[in-house]
């Protein structure tokens, strides 16, 4: 859009009103040369003064035949200029159907005293200026599982990986171009707690010409805003981006701009469990070095006849139905987690996660998982009736124990599982063994 400001003074004279100004003129300077010279020195001099008078103050009416659809406008004194507002090279454009507006036309005319006329045209071309970018905005990216809560417009999950696109991008301009020599939009970060995570690209875009319907004219789009950083939901579930976006400006004046900040959202995602407690001391070590504390419980005396393990008064005797501190864990995904993220998608807690022990493996540990049991939701371990617990035999055992998650909150994340194992000590009891 240009506000075209013309101003132009027009002197048109007829050719009535010259010749009466020749005559006056040609009679005054013959009739002074047949007096005095005193006397004609004094006569030119009030003749000269009349006639600059009579042609400086000599009252012209002007008028505009065509002024162009109404564009223009002409004062009294001659001066003509553009109406305000009246001129926009896009609505030229659009008025000329996508064809480039060389020039329109006005006709001026001038009226003397007398009523003789005279008239002439002024071409004007309409040229166009450089605007800056109107707007910078996102396009929404949708999908997601349905169970989720609603979409905004920019995000990814957290454990998305480099390059996944966040959101598209999207610009318009008023500068709609009539010929095909568009221009582009360029875009570029300028800050934000994002600015390390986010890049965009496809990198300019073209703003589309007139007539265009897809993109609409005037508008630029192709370029997204991409991760190129790594992301998690607990440490922030978002981060602000602000973005400018430069127009190539092939008209004066060059390279405007436009400035935005979006919103990018980080979606959270289930992560697996973790067991805390499946070494319970470390007798002055650092974690994970010897000599580890283990679990433990008290061997079952022998039988001479079946059945030869434990027996339920056994087991609740001596302890053996509360092998150590039960298990615990914990979860990335604890709705309790510190820090600057928000309440979590899907519920994982904690109080959700459910124990189990893995299926036995004779390449790990033959029969052992099968002389244990672990409560389901509290974690605790106990030695199982007819469990074959042998001190003399056996001694140190290594249980494999499972955690899953549990959503609580129907989210659409299938529940993980985290593996681990143990040491049991057997403890001997003693005493003659032989029942």
């Given at each position: 859009m240009i506000q075209l400001q013309v101003t132009m003074t027009l002197l048109v004279l007829t050719a009535t009103t010259m010749g009466k100004f020749f005559f006056l003129y040609v009679f005054s300077r013959v009739s002074m040369a047949m007096k005095p010279k005193f006397f004609i020195n004094r006569v030119l001099i009030f003749t000269d003064l009349f006639l600059f008078f009579l042609l400086f103050f000599c009252v012209f009416r002007w008028t505009l035949d065509d002024s162009c659809g109404d564009t223009f406008q002409i004062s009294a004194g001659g001066v003509l200029s553009v109406k305000t507002n009246a001129i926009d090279y896009e609505d030229a454009v659009a008025a000329s159907n996508g064809n480039d507006p060389i020039h329109c036309t006005v006709t001026a005319r001038v009226v003397d005293n007398a009523g003789a006329f005279d008239t002439m045209v002024v071409a004007v071309k309409i040229a166009d200026v450089n605007e800056a970018p109107t707007a910078l905005n996102l396009i929404a990216k949708n999908g997601g599982p349905a169970a989720m809560t609603a979409n905004t417009d920019c995000w990814t999950y957290e454990n998305a990986s480099l390059n996944t696109v966040a959101c598209g991008l999207s610009s318009t301009d008023l500068d709609i171009r009539a010929i095909p020599s568009a221009q582009t939009h360029a875009y570029s970060k300028t800050g934000g707690t994002g600015?390390?995570?986010?890049?965009?690209?496809?990198?300019?875009?073209?703003?589309?010409?007139?007539?265009?319907?897809?993109?609409?004219?005037?508008?630029?789009?192709?370029?997204s805003v991409v991760l190129i950083g790594g992301l998690d939901f607990e440490t922030s579930a978002s981060y602000s981006l602000r973005l400018k976006v430069t127009d190539s400006g092939s008209q004066r004046p060059f390279s405007l701009s436009k400035t935005n900040t979006i919103t990018i959202y980080v979606k959270d995602v289930n992560e697996a469990p973790l067991l805390t407690n499946l070494v319970i001391g470390t007798n002055g070590q650092s974690p994970g070095t010897s000599p580890e504390v283990p679990r433990?419980?008290?061997?079952?005396?022998?039988?001479?006849?079946?059945?030869?393990?434990?027996?339920?008064?056994?087991?609740?005797?001596?302890?053996?139905?509360?092998?150590?501190?039960?298990?615990?864990?914990?979860?990335?995904?604890?709705?309790?987690?510190?820090?600057?993220?928000?309440?979590?998608?899907?519920?994982?807690?904690?109080s959700s996660h459910k124990y189990s022990l893995a299926p036995a493996d004779s390449t790990r540990n033959g029969d052992v998982q099968d002389f244990f049991t672990i409560d389901v939701n509290s974690g605790q371990i106990m030695a199982t009736v007819n469990a074959l617990l042998d001190f003399e035999s056996m001694g140190r055992l290594r249980l494999y124990v499972e955690v899953t998650d549990q959503n609580i909150n129907n989210g659409w994340s299938s529940p993980l599982k985290a593996e681990g194992s143990l040491k049991i000590d057997l403890v001997s009891t003693l005493v003659n063994d032989v029942w």
């Open positions: 600015n390390g995570l986010y890049g965009t690209y496809n990198n300019p875009a073209t703003v589309a010409l007139f007539g265009s319907s897809t993109p609409v004219a005037g508008t630029a789009i192709g370029a433990t419980v008290k061997e079952c005396k022998e039988k001479l006849s079946a059945p030869f393990g434990c027996t339920d008064s056994e087991i609740t005797a001596d302890g053996r139905d509360t092998v150590g501190a039960a298990v615990s864990s914990s979860d990335p995904d604890d709705d309790t987690t510190t820090g600057t993220g928000t309440a979590h998608d899907f519920g994982w807690t904690e």
